[in-house]
């Protein structure tokens, strides 16, 4: 065998092993990106509001968050620390439950986020997170409302 011969073997050796290298890399990217959506399932939690639950019920045991205003007088306290309100952006409105301390600034008329699911016409909520001052309201809960036509800004501080 010549040098000519075998510096042209050496050379597709080289070029088999660096394909080879690509190959394992996008693999292991591919894998790696699975993995990752996996281990995110469960931790992507959209939001809805009200209207989007009645138009668009989801899917059973599916959790996501909705958002609104709390209905006026619509707060009633049961045994323990299980607590049932409604939550509406005007135009429709689901019953909520929750079982457990609810936020100090929790109150009807006032915007609030929950996270869990839907059980029957029910949305149970493992969550339940209200506004934190006077003027302030979850986006999503801002965005549905202006969607609906019927938000207004806070007035301005003087």
Do not use: C, W
Not at 79 to 85: I, L, N, P, S
Request: negative net charge; proline residues 6%; without cysteine.
């Amino acid at each position: 065998m010549s040098v000519k011969q075998e510096f042209r073997g050496l050379k597709g050796l080289k070029k088999q092993r660096r394909v080879q290298i690509i190959a394992l890399a996008a693999v292991a990217l591919v894998a790696s990106t699975a993995l990752i959506g996996y281990a995110m399932r469960d931790g992507i939690n959209f939001f809805r509001s009200p209207s989007q639950v009645m138009s668009e019920p989801p899917e059973p045991g599916e959790t996501f968050r909705i958002g609104g205003l709390v209905v006026e007088g619509s707060i009633q306290r049961g045994e323990g620390a299980t607590v049932a309100f409604a939550v509406t952006d005007t135009n429709a409105t689901v019953p909520v439950t929750y079982t457990g301390v609810l936020p100090d600034l929790f109150s009807e008329g006032q915007g609030m986020v929950a996270l869990g699911r839907m059980e029957g016409d029910t949305f149970v909520a493992t969550e339940v997170l209200a506004k934190h001052d006077e003027t302030y309201m979850p986006k999503e809960v801002v965005d549905a409302l202006k969607e609906q036509g019927v938000y207004q800004e806070p007035a301005p501080e003087s």
